[in-house]
């Protein structure tokens, strides 16, 4: 079977064996060609991710690392079924994302600072919009709007239309939408990015009650300090390669430098 696991738990053991390499090529224009410049006139495809194997498990936060441009994003994309691989393939809860995209989407929340939200509704319309396309129920829906509103302290603005708020209350506006329908796999593309320190931490906290309840939790963000401070996995991809791949604990055992930015900068300088 095609699968790289995503999420696993001992009684469905077999995921985590099942681990395949992922490849995601773009094909560019002739007009992209021109823009890229002279070195990319005879290239016909970039390749963003390049064989990429990982593996995600609930109750544990997997820090996805990297430089701008080093394919995290993409690679993201394709977990969420908004991009399809051009080869290998990925499972979540079992699920094909290809083959079987809805019901990935229905048990993975994908947030990322760059999906706009719609200005004219209020948060509450729009995690209730949300809502809605999930099929949620009523009182399924007051209980989780509840608790991410109190979680992300948003209940003073969360009538206010989206086009009055601020940087960190649209982040957290979309937080909450990407959360409603209580996801078994959460991902968080650079959550924090641009953010002042008390949203960023009410964020983090956030991220760390998905981990307590057993969520499977994927993070990627550039502050080195989140990273060492939540994530349980880490691999590093550069140039769309994965080049580490193990616990946190592992390594920090192997780090040649003072700082976990230092070991960072130092090991992505090598390749």
Known sequence: PRSTPLYSSA???????QVKSVTKEFSLSRKQRKELGDQYKKI??????DNISFECHPGRIF????????????????????????SGSISVSGY????????VREQIGFMTGQTALYDRLTPTEMVKYIADLY?????NFNKRKKYLFDALDMNSFSDQRIS?????????????????HDPSVMVFDEPTSGLDVMTSRSIIALIRNCQEE??????????????????????????GKIFYNDTMDKFKSEMTK??????????????
């Open 63 to 86: 820090g996805l690392l990297g430089p701008n441009g080093a394919g995290k994003t993409t690679a993201l994309r394709m977990i969420a079924t908004m991009l399809k691989p051009s």
């Open 258 to 271: 003072s700082t976990f930015e230092e070991e960072f900068i130092f090991r992505v300088g090598e390749e």
């Open 164 to 180: 009055q708020l601020s940087t960190g209350m649209k982040q957290k506006t979309s937080i909450a939408r990407t959360m409603i």
């Open 135 to 139: 099929g949620m129920d009523k009182q």
């Open 44 to 49: 016909k495809k970039v390749c963003a991710v």
């Open 214 to 239: 057993g969520k499977t939790v994927i993070f990627s963000g550039h502050r080195m300090g989140e990273v060492n401070q939540l994530c349980d996995d880490i691999a590093i991809i550069y140039k």
């Open 11 to 17: 009684a469905s053991d077999v995921y985590k064996r």
């Open 96 to 103: 094909d994302s290809v083959d079987e995209g809805q019901k």
